[in-house]
């Protein structure tokens, strides 16, 4: 990672969220910008079919691995990118598919992860813990434990945590849990 070279002092990091065709946009700002620590993450974006009246819709008659195959196709992208120390709150989607799909779902398949944790494993990009999920309908850190776990397994090293706090009364909710 950029910052490891560095030491662990951090003075200006940022969140940017990744949209694969926004990517040269990405990449101008950050050479722009010398950040010294660079959350990436995808995000559920008012167009996406995750979102609201969409998503029931969307999910209609798909297996799992096509439901969240677009969002786990732009972690992937954002991964290989080579932009960013950490990726943030990697399975965020869950938020958004919650009512309809269960966590339990997802860690029932596995594979549907897969291609992220190499993406990130390969690339040397650290994975976030992010605690937000503990206080939305997941219930559960963006990623799971078992996720996590998977991630090690492969080699992964680098894992941050964050609360994506957005507020004075989120800021280090569940950190310790997560």
């Not at 167009?47 to 609201?52: A, E, I, K, L």
């Not at 709150?89 to 596995?110: Q, R, T």
């Amino acid at each position: 990672a950029r910052w490891a070279d560095r030491g662990l002092a951090i003075r200006f990091g940022v969140e940017i969220s990744y949209e694969s065709h926004r990517e040269a946009e990405i990449r101008e700002h950050l050479a722009r910008h010398p950040y010294d620590f660079v959350i990436g993450s995808v995000h559920v974006m008012r167009y996406s079919p995750y979102t609201g009246a969409k998503v029931a819709g969307w999910i209609a008659g798909k297996a799992l691995p096509e439901i969240v195959g677009p969002y786990f196709s732009e972690v992937v992208a954002a991964a290989r990118s080579g932009l960013f120390d950490t990726l943030g709150h990697l399975d965020y989607v869950k938020k958004y598919l919650a009512a309809h799909v269960p966590p339990a779902a997802l860690a029932a398949a596995p594979e549907v992860y897969e291609p992220a944790l190499r993406a990130l494993v390969e690339t040397g990009t650290g994975l976030e813990v992010n605690s937000s999920g503990l206080r939305q309908a997941p219930r559960e850190p963006y990623p799971a434990p078992w996720v996590v776990a998977r991630y090690r397994e492969l080699g992964g090293t680098v894992v941050t945590a964050g609360s994506d706090a957005h507020r004075l009364h989120s800021f280090a909710y569940g950190l310790a849990r997560a």
